[in-house]
């Protein structure tokens, strides 16, 4: 497919991944910020490519991992509902609440459906008066445009039995929160490309020239990941800490100032809790005062829900990086794709599940086939290309 | 769920209001929001999120980054054959053929054994 086969060519990855190590002279510690690149990072073992040394920490950028567990008990509890048609990004379905997860309600009876757009559930709605349809908001900047369009057409169309259930985050607000924890040892960021896409790369400079990290906007491709390992250690090496853009075939650094605006128009920005990680001021969208009668928390009465989480999962320390699945218990034996513990190992873009797929750490857990890379990146001798920069110098 | 991924547009309609258009992803083909994009052509790429358009893929851009990552590729290559034996000076390769722990532990001009 055309803008993604390109990125894939191996020869030219071989390339990045020799350069790397040719300008790389230090220990460095890098976090790719969103779910779909640490995908693409482990599946293809660029990780594993990069030069000694340079350690890639897999940041908390999955949506569904960081949907704390008390809103997906009050998901569970509208779609128990018998008025109710629950709908929601499939993603969602397998994630544990304290007791049950959506799919396992819907088995039981209840009417949850998948959705592959917001605007999808508002068709459901239209077609179902009788009946209340409520959609599973969560996302971060991404997702964000494509939920508040379904929140603004839904009052511009008088469409009454929609409402939402909103658990939207930022990215931003995140990268602040790590940088700030005492046990950080990230030193420069991989900005999500497609949160970028949305919301350009301006909020950004400040978290850079403060905290003295590089961030790099990169797209979700081998070689876009690696060119933004390549440019985010080149920063490192140089000294300097910019905001810069990889991805510039899909992101300028306004953003999208349409889908900002309708943003602005049905969400404003309020504290929000993470899973694993707790409360974070101002750290995602919650529906304006005006769009109120739009929020399924009012709507049902469950804004009181408050509950704990699994004590036997590290999903915590895992989506901040802190710890990788390898170093959980439950990996691969209590905790799998089949029957997940933690969010990480329910979204296919979490930590765990990327871990899982590509068969890191199962050798002596378990049989079965690993997925095989897509891109073989061609071994390339790291020791002499970044031999020959120190013996060159 | 978060995934973006582009494709062509391939229809362009009013939709009761809402701009809306049909987006070909190599031959599979599926509605989209087209309203935060409203300046895109049929025939234009555009990154697909959750049924919305999010970006216009800017095809001169897409065509320099490959160029540059080809040319940066042909430019160490040449840097590489210039550099003759001292590719193989010893005491910066480790004996597994992985980088030497003193490649990285030693600062850039501290590294032994080079001729240079």
């Known amino acids: ?393 | 769920m978060c995934l973006g991924i582009p494709g062509r547009i391939v229809e362009i309609r009013d939709d009761g209001g809402l701009l809306m258009g049909k987006v070909d992803f190599g031959g599979v083909r599926k509605d989209a929001c087209l309203a935060y994009i409203p300046e895109a052509q049929l025939g234009d790429y555009v990154i697909i999120h959750v049924g919305f358009a999010i970006s216009r893929v800017d095809e001169d851009e897409a065509l320099k980054t490959l160029e540059i990552l080809a040319a940066m590729g042909d430019l160490m290559q040449t840097e590489l054959a210039t550099m003759g034996p001292g590719m193989d000076a010893p005491a910066v390769v480790s004996d597994d053929g992985g980088p030497a722990g003193g490649v990285f532990a030693a600062p850039a001009t501290g590294a032994p054994g080079g001729p240079a």
Not at chain 1, 279 to 287: D, K, N, T, V
Not at chain 1, 358 to 386: D, E, F, K, V
Request: hydrophobic share 40%.
């Open chain 1, 1 to 393: 497919m055309k803008y993604l086969d390109e990125y894939r060519d191996p020869v030219l990855a071989g390339k990045l991944v020799a350069e790397i190590h040719r300008i790389t002279t230090r220990p460095w510690t890098l976090m790719e910020v969103c779910g779909g690149q640490t995908h693409t990072i482990v599946k293809q073992g660029i990780d594993e490519a990069l030069p000694e040394g340079v350690r890639m920490i897999h940041g908390p950028g999955c949506p569904v991992c960081v949907t704390p567990l008390e809103q997906v008990d009050k998901a569970l509890a509208i779609a128990a509902r018998p008025d109710v048609i629950f709908t929601s990004y499939g993603d969602m379905l397998r994630v544990p609440g304290s007791t049950t997860d959506l799919l396992a309600l819907k088995a039981r009876g209840a009417d949850v459906r998948i959705v592959y757009s917001p605007l999808d559930a508002l068709k459901i709605a239209v077609a179902n008066p009788d009946r209340q349809v409520v959609f599973f908001a969560v996302g971060f900047e991404t997702t964000a445009p494509a939920n508040a369009m379904a929140v603004a057409e839904a009052a511009r169309r008088g469409i009454d039995n929609f409402s939402v259930l909103v658990s939207h985050v930022l990215v931003p607000p995140a990268l602040v929160a790590l940088l700030e924890s005492p046990t950080n040892q990230v030193q420069s960021f991989l900005a999500a490309g497609h949160v970028c896409a949305v919301m350009g790369w301006t909020e950004y400079e400040p978290i850079a020239a403060k905290y003295r990290v590089p961030i790099v906007v990169t797209g979700f491709e081998p070689l876009d990941l690696l060119e933004g390992i390549l440019m985010a250690i080149r920063q490192l090496e140089d000294g300097r800490h910019e905001v810069e853009n990889q991805y510039v075939r899909a992101v300028r650094r306004e953003g999208v100032p349409p889908a900002q605006k309708q943003i602005f128009e049905v969400f404003e920005v309020g504290a929000r809790k993470w899973r694993g990680i707790g409360e974070i001021p101002a750290s995602g969208y919650r529906l304006r005062g005006k769009y109120a009668r739009f929020d399924a928390e009012l709507r049902f009465s469950v804004g009181d829900i408050h509950t704990q989480e699994h004590p036997a999962c590290i999903a915590g320390a895992i989506l901040t990086g802190e710890k990788t699945p390898l170093d959980c218990t439950a990996y691969g034996t209590l905790c799998s794709p089949q029957r997940p513990l933690g969010a990480p190992m329910v979204s296919s873009e979490g930590t765990c599940a990327a871990f899982h797929s590509a068969g890191r750490g199962l050798a002596g857990l378990r049989t079965g086939s690993p997925a095989m890379p897509l891109l073989q990146i061609a071994p390339i001798p790291p020791a002499r290309s970044a031999g020959t920069a120190e013996v060159s110098r």
